[in-house]
């Protein structure tokens, strides 16, 4: 299960190049981000500055949570680790779908839509 969580760590940071490389592309000002907090990465540093912090602190938490997993973890958290990175993996993915080509998997259309509530003030 070691190996597992050690291959999948590096692949949920990785693919995150996807939505940091078609974000900076997509994104020319901070209004243009739907995203609450990249819109505020985006004001104070950048697209692209922003981009890069949002990458650092994804591969950080990779990092961290796989290094916990592996050494201090019993079976079940094991698995629950992998799955956690199915899931950033696949809205890193998602996320980087639309950004390229504006197609929404299902996870990227509830997003937008939580996004837009948000922006809303919850209402």
């Not at 995203?35 to 104070?44: E, M, T, W």
């Not at 997993?69 to 094991?78: C, I, M």
């Amino acid at each position: 299960m070691n190996i597992i969580v050690i291959a999948f760590a590096p692949l949920a940071a990785l693919t995150k190049l996807t939505n940091v490389f078609s974000t900076i592309k997509r994104v020319k000002t901070a209004n243009m981000e739907r995203n609450p907090i990249g819109k505020v990465l985006f004001k104070h540093f950048g697209v692209a500055g922003g981009c890069w912090i949002t990458f650092a602190v994804q591969a950080m938490i990779c990092a961290l949570v796989g290094w916990d997993s592996v050494f201090y973890s019993e079976t079940a958290e094991k698995v629950a680790t992998v799955a956690f990175f199915g899931v950033i993996t696949y809205f890193n993915i998602s996320t980087g779908f639309h950004n390229m080509m504006g197609y929404d998997l299902p996870l990227t259309k509830s997003i937008i839509r939580f996004y837009g509530w948000l922006a809303k003030g919850g209402k």
